[in-house]
């Protein structure tokens, strides 16, 4: 018989953010035919930021949302919530892929930031917003190197940052494994991503959006002058369509060269008693990241709970909702690295684990991929990194769907294509001997580090 962590032992498979009486009601879904300017295939961050923008921009414009399930219940209801000012996966990411662009994309990074900002206040959207910053910790002495690069990265590029040694690292948020830390301090900070989610809708529906639930799309086919969509039970016909479909990369057969759907895992622990935060004083309640291969990042909820996630996987041909996301052996490392993190939280239990769909490319960044004489656009591969920079692919998707002329879309980053991702069985088999290198690179090394080097040549980041 398996044994599995104790602190699973009444977990519940169900993201912490959807387990929520906030929940709004569900929009009706399309029945019988319709026709509009701008369809919206996607009730995510991307697709919902896209609907108010084109509002905004135009309020007379027929602009209509659909969703295959729920508003917020794919990858924009299961993220840690971290909200960062980067539109491209952090400095690092930046540096190898767009080193030219650098200065641009900071400056973009910090007007999506503003503006994601404006409009949670301008409509008083009640995301549980902490403003606390955000830190990335060494776990060991090894990365520290790495550490101070990135560091010089940020004081190259005006971030207000601090480097910290080890005991004001500890001091900050008390682990055995953190060696160091860089602390971020402006523009970042931590959201509850449903309720975000929620309330982006709830400005859509205000400013006119037509917004269906429970739609899936069956078909899009050209019309020449207009593409139209075949849902379950009715027929779009749409001048303009944003596919936001992430990491399901619906809308055209060719978007799923360029993204390959991993699978992050999450674990919630419950609520934090005053003792227990003592132990591990976290009073500015940063979002952090940590520096392992296999990534792993935490934040504190309203209500101080820890969401601890990381350690991606893979499933057969980009399975979005696999079975094997729901049983606790999926959780049972995880929960190992939380322990290993927190060991003097070894009396608190988990309430929550769930796995969410990352988007991932070989750029980690958003791309756009035009289809149908560019009547359709697909804006994704934020990699896990969407929260803030969602809105940013929106806007560029709305700018490439709207032929606008504007500058941004002569940047590499919206004029190029991510490298392309073998397809199955390859994708599958270098997916599981890389998450098999990842899960013990950092204390084993051995042939796995040569097998990270060579994922990296090929294009990979990880």
């Known amino acids: 018989m398996t044994t599995f962590h104790k602190a699973l032992t009444d977990v519940t498979f169900y993201p912490l953010w959807l387990d929520n009486t906030a929940a709004p009601d569900t929009?009706?879904?399309l029945v019988g035919r319709t026709e509009t300017d701008l369809l919206i295939v996607g009730g995510g961050f991307t697709g919902l930021w896209a609907a108010i923008i084109a509002k905004q921009r135009d309020p007379a414009r027929n602009v209509t949302l659909i969703e295959a399930g729920k508003v917020a219940h794919g990858a924009s209801g299961r993220p840690g919530g971290i909200v960062s000012t980067s539109v491209i996966h952090g400095l690092g990411n930046a540096k190898r892929v767009f080193p030219a662009d650098m200065d641009v994309l900071e400056r973009l990074g910090i007007e999506n930031l503003d503006g994601w900002r404006d409009t949670i206040t301008q409509f008083g959207i009640d995301a549980d917003l902490e403003w606390t910053g955000e830190m990335t910790v060494a776990v060991n002495r090894a990365h520290l190197d790495d550490l101070h690069r990135e560091f010089a990265l940020h004081q190259q590029h005006g971030h207000d940052a601090v480097l910290l040694d080890r005991a004001q690292t500890q001091a900050e948020l008390a682990s055995p494994l953190f060696e160091g830390a860089i602390w971020s301090r402006q523009r970042t900070g931590t959201v509850h991503p449903a309720k975000l989610a929620w309330g982006l809708k709830a400005i859509a529906l205000t400013l006119g959006v037509r917004v269906h639930e429970h739609t899936p799309m069956l078909d899009v086919s050209d019309q020449g002058h207009q593409l139209r969509i075949t849902t379950h039970d009715g027929r779009i016909d749409a001048r303009r369509v944003l596919f936001a479909t992430n990491a399901w990369g619906a809308g055209h057969r060719h978007i799923k060269r360029y993204v390959v759907?991993?699978?992050d895992r999450v674990l919630a622990t419950e609520p934090l008693t005053a003792e227990?935060?003592?132990?591990?004083?976290?009073t500015n309640r940063q979002g952090v990241y940590d520096t392992r291969k296999q990534l792993n990042y935490m934040r504190l909820t309203r209500d101080n709970r820890i969401v601890y996630g990381g350690r991606i996987g893979y499933y057969?041909?980009?399975?979005?909702?696999?079975?094997?996301?729901r049983q606790l052996q999926v959780y049972?490392?995880?929960?190992?690295y939380f322990h290993d993190t927190f060991p003097q939280l070894d009396d608190v239990k988990f309430s929550h684990a769930w796995s969410g769909p990352i988007d991932l490319t070989t750029r980690m960044a958003v791309h756009l991929q035009p289809y149908y004489g560019g009547k359709g656009v697909y804006a994704g591969g934020y990699s896990g990194f969407g929260v803030t920079a969602s809105r940013f692919g929106a806007r560029l998707a709305l700018e490439r769907l709207d032929d606008t002329g504007s500058p941004d879309l002569d940047l590499a980053l919206a004029s190029s294509l991510p490298g392309r991702i073998p397809p199955e069985p390859f994708r599958w088999m270098g997916a599981a001997l890389t998450?098999?290198?990842l899960d013990h690179v950092d204390t084993k090394g051995g042939w796995r580090k040569a097998w990270i080097r060579l994922v990296h040549r090929l294009g990979f980041p990880l």
């Open 27 to 29: 929009c009706a879904h």
């Open 261 to 263: 759907a991993m699978r």
């Open 276 to 282: 227990q935060m003592d132990r591990i004083g976290w």
């Open 316 to 325: 057969f041909n980009d399975a979005t909702d696999p079975a094997g996301d």
């Open 332 to 336: 049972d490392r995880l929960a190992g």
């Open 435 to 437: 998450m098999r290198a």
